[in-house]
């Protein structure tokens, strides 16, 4: 399904590189308390990471990587989850990893595959959880999900299709993917969206699909200058939904980090662990 509508450079932030022209490598040292593997479900290559000496059934979180990522730039991501107590699988999205990657900084590269891929994963997502359900001991009861940028949309629309999870946490990402495509086309002067664009989008989308949140925990950590995915998406989000957790209004949070760009913080990760370790 290809609903890609906008081009918008995403600037440094969708390149594997710093400012200062540092680049970006997957993290490579083995921790001696966490074991680490690769493992394929289906046509879908992970990585698994679990504390050593762990045994039976694990709190499990599902982690999704961004837009011209993969799993393996997580790993330091995983270790650090995994140091906490959680077991944590690590998907390759399409077009990324391993699974056919593409060249991401070619012209109309973003508005052609991100939608798809978003869906991709949110379609996938349902025989991803069985699976590590019934050979990868995770516990069925505390299944968690966390993606960033691209991946926190990844993460709203799993939570949505998969109402057995737990929690998520959704960093930089949007939990109003209508309202991020609208944000976006007017961004790049754009026409506005259609209703069959909305349509498509609303399947997944949590503002359109309040009946299987039911005060579900969902955290969202954000930059108030994000210039990727603006902070706007978030905010609506979570004014739409507040009168639906009147009664547990803690289990809905919206964190604003001031002055921060499209970045993940330290804080922002502790924050996140600090979720999974109250509802998870």
């Known amino acids: 399904m290809y609903l890609g509508v906008y081009s918008i450079e995403f600037k440094r932030i969708l390149n594997n590189k710093r400012e200062d022209n ?18 394929v479900i289906g046509d879908i290559p992970c990585l698994r990471y679990r504390p050593k000496g762990s045994s039976g059934l694990l709190p499990t979180v599902i982690y999704y990587h961004g837009w011209h990522s993969s799993k393996e730039y997580q790993r330091f991501k995983g ?26 900084d070619e012209p109309g590269a973003f508005e052609k595959y991100f939608w798809d891929i978003v869906f991709q994963n949110t379609e996938e997502s349902q025989f991803l959880i069985e699976n590590i359900i019934d050979n990868y001991e995770a516990d069925p009861n505390r299944i968690g999900v966390m993606g960033n940028s691209m991946g926190g949309f990844s993460a709203s629309g799993v939570f949505i299709k998969n109402t057995n999870l737990k929690c998520m946490v959704n960093t930089n990402g949007s939990c109003a993917w209508v309202k991020a495509e609208e944000i976006f086309r007017k961004i790049v002067n754009m026409p506005s969206i259609d209703e069959e664009r909305i349509k498509e989008l609303s399947v997944y989308d949590p503002m359109y699909n309040n009946e299987k949140l039911k005060e579900r925990p969902i955290l969202m950590l954000h930059g108030d200058r994000d210039s990727s995915v603006p902070i706007d998406c978030q905010r609506e989000f979570y004014k739409e939904m507040a009168p639906s957790y009147s009664e547990n209004p803690e289990k809905l949070k919206l964190v604003e980090i001031p002055r921060m760009d499209h970045y993940i913080s330290t804080g922002m990760f502790e924050a996140a662990i600090e979720w999974f370790k109250k509802y998870l």
């Open 22 to 39: 540092m680049v970006w490598k997957p993290f490579e040292p083995e921790s001696k308390l966490i074991l680490s593997e690769r493992i």
């Open 79 to 104: 270790n650090v989850l995994a140091a906490y107590g959680y077991q944590v699988i690590i998907p390759d999205a399409i077009y990324h990893g391993e699974r056919n990657p593409i060249s991401y």
